[in-house]
């Protein structure tokens, strides 16, 4: 039995300028990361992955303790805001995060608790996880061959993300694969995630490559749309779009009949090619501490500073629904991409939680 509460009265919500209901906070707990992916952490950038938009390493006292971090969930529950994903960076390096989940469980009106990792501590946590409430695993995993696993992370860790993954299959955690679409890199392994989707209980998503940090190893001719995914997997079978649950995110899903009886749930994210900001129902906390309402634009409001002088409860909400009134239309990315214009977004993946 899941130990996350769920709300049994009516509640505040939470509206931004362009009518659209945010309900859904984001939380970096650390920018640290066991892996290096090319995307997002490239190697050589801070030796234990803790590093700031200049490559600097935060010190543990730069990001939000646990208490500030319930702090900032309980207010803005109160606010509407009912889901909640734990991001990075990679979330389970950091200590202490099994009595944070733990303690998230407490807060009444939280109906969702979800968490995106990389894999490489699945393993060793699963079960805890379990026990803490958490039912599903969004986990990333861009290749299925070893060498090449290593070869985008930097870390020859395949084996023990798989070992992780077959762990929370057999717990029973839902798990959805997330894999980044990289055109010359994994591209020839789309019709093999397809084909996990069809022989195992996993929901797989492909993400269309985002051109975000300035380390990031994106290329325009790295970018494939994810409406191209979906033809070169198309002779699997038939898809049929299907109604998400009220938690799922911005992905288009499919269920898809194979031939031969075999089904699975296949997504497509496509940040880029087929915006969904008039569906964002977002906010993102960074792992410093500061308030972001778009993945793509680097308008952030310093939560931590204001918190650490002395900011009171009431004008900490304020602060809050400020910032979901500041939230911009959209990111304008998809019209850059059509007429070649610049793309690179200057925020670090790792610090913002994705
Ligand atoms: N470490 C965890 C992980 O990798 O799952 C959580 C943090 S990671 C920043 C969150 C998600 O962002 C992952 O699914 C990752 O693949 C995705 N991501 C990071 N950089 C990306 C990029 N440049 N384009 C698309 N997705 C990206
Ligand atoms: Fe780490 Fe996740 Fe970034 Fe990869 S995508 S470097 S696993 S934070």
């Known amino acids: 039995m899941s130990k996350i509460s769920f709300l049994k009265e009516e509640k505040h919500v939470l509206v931004d300028n362009f009518s659209r ?23 050589g950038d801070g030796e234990d992955g803790c590093q700031t938009k200049n ?6 006292h730069d990001l939000l303790s646990y208490e500030e971090l319930l702090r900032i969930v309980r207010l803005s529950v109160s606010l509407g805001m009912n889901k909640l994903r734990l991001t990075g960076g990679e979330p389970l390096v950091r200590k202490g995060i099994l009595e944070f989940i733990d303690r998230l469980s407490e807060i009444d009106g939280l109906d969702e608790v979800r968490l995106t990792t990389n894999g490489v501590l699945l393993h060793e946590y699963a079960q805890s996880l379990y026990d803490s409430g958490i039912r599903q695993l969004n986990i990333s995993l861009d290749s299925l061959r070893p060498e090449r696993f290593a070869k985008i992370t930097g870390k020859d860790l395949f084996n023990q993300v798989w070992q992780g993954i077959q762990t929370a299959r057999d717990l029973g955690f839902r798990i959805k694969i997330n894999v980044v679409a990289m055109k010359g890199i994994n591209d020839d392994e789309f019709c093999d995630f397809v084909e996990l989707a069809l022989n195992e209980p ?13 380390k990031s190893s994106w290329q325009r001719e790295q970018f494939i749309r994810a409406e191209d995914i979906r033809q070169m997997v198309a002779g699997f079978g038939e898809f ?10 911005p992905a288009r899903m499919f269920r898809l009949q194979a031939p031969d009886g075999r089904q699975g749930n296949i997504g497509f994210i496509s940040p880029i090619s087929h915006h969904f900001c008039d569906q964002c129902n977002r906010l993102r906390l960074t792992s410093e501490g500061k308030l972001r309402s778009c993945l793509l634009n ?25 910032t979901v009134l500041d939230k911009p239309k959209g990111h304008g990315l998809q019209e850059r991409m059509e007429s070649g214009g610049p793309m690179n977004c200057p925020g670090q993946m790792s610090r913002i939680g994705g």
């Open 298 to 322: 680097d308008q952030e409001t310093d939560i931590k500073m204001l918190i650490r002088q002395g900011i009171s409860d009431v004008d900490l909400t304020r602060v809050i629904k400020d």
């Open 55 to 60: 490559g600097k390493n935060f010190h543990c």
């Open 21 to 43: 209901t945010i309900s859904y906070l984001r939380l970096s707990l650390t920018d640290r990361c066991n892996l290096r992916c090319i995307y997002c952490m490239p190697e």
């Open 202 to 214: 996993y929901s797989v998503r492909f993400i269309e490559f985002m051109p975000v940090g300035e």
């Open 240 to 249: 049929t779009p299907y109604q998400k649950g009220k938690f799922d995110g």
